[in-house]
């Protein structure tokens, strides 16, 4: 009987997933960051290997890999995808490993590593902004500090290859002084973020992006402030 192996890169990346779940940065022996990273690296090569193979295809992505060390997000059209794990780092910078995953029209399949260039985010929260260019728009975050989060949205457009585009962002000392929203029926995303005086982070209080109608290509966002 033929192996079928590309099932079996799939069966130990969900191995690896598995033993990841039990893994801690908190140990006695000394050796656990080793051992998770270790682990990690299995992970995220596997997964990048078979999400960059268009014999993924034919699998339901919701049900493929192991859910209890994985986070995985789509867009409605399953066209976009996100793959995340907990770093493990034992920080109070909960850093996340993210993967996107995209299906292009002509079938082919497209996943690249996100983690370092986008602050060791996780993201979800996918919704198709411009049908006619393929646009996504999705929102992510990661708790950088025992009360700081740090928010971002993000623009995709699979045909460009090219990485996703950080159109907003906030850095917040507190969990209950920000926000990032896109509304869809206005294809405007939104931001508040209320400013500590001599607070170093800074940002700008009450502000919305909005997409331009008919020059999106030349001129993604037209950007208004509000008072």
Not at 57 to 72: A, E, G, I, M, P
Not at 74 to 98: C, P, Y
């Amino acid at each position: 009987m033929r192996r079928d192996t590309f099932k079996q890169k799939i069966d130990s990346i969900n191995y690896y997933l598995s033993g990841y779940d039990t893994l801690s940065p908190f140990c006695d022996d000394g050796n656990c960051y080793e051992q998770i990273e270790t682990v990690q690296g299995k992970i995220i090569s596997g997964l990048l290997d078979v999400l960059n193979d268009r014999r993924i295809l034919s699998y339901d992505l919701s049900k493929t890999f192991n859910q209890n060390s994985l986070y995985h997000s789509s867009s409605s059209d399953g066209r976009v995808h996100f793959f995340t794990i907990d770093a493990k780092n034992g920080g109070s910078w909960q850093m996340q490993l993210t993967i996107l995953h995209t299906h292009l029209k002509n079938g082919a399949v497209r996943a690249v590593d996100l983690s370092k260039d986008y602050s060791y985010a996780s993201f979800g929260n996918i919704q198709m902004v411009d049908s006619t260019n393929s646009t996504y728009v999705a929102i992510g975050g990661v708790t950088t500090c025992n009360t700081c989060i740090a928010m971002m949205a993000l623009t995709i457009q699979p045909e460009s290859m090219q990485l996703p585009e950080i159109v907003c962002s906030l850095d917040s000392r507190t969990n209950n002084d920000y926000d990032i929203t896109y509304d869809p029926s206005t294809k405007i995303i939104s931001y508040f973020h209320t400013i500590v005086t001599n607070d170093p982070l800074g940002g700008s209080p009450d502000a919305s992006f909005e997409y331009g109608e008919n020059d999106f290509a030349d001129q993604p966002l037209k950007i208004t402030y509000h008072k």
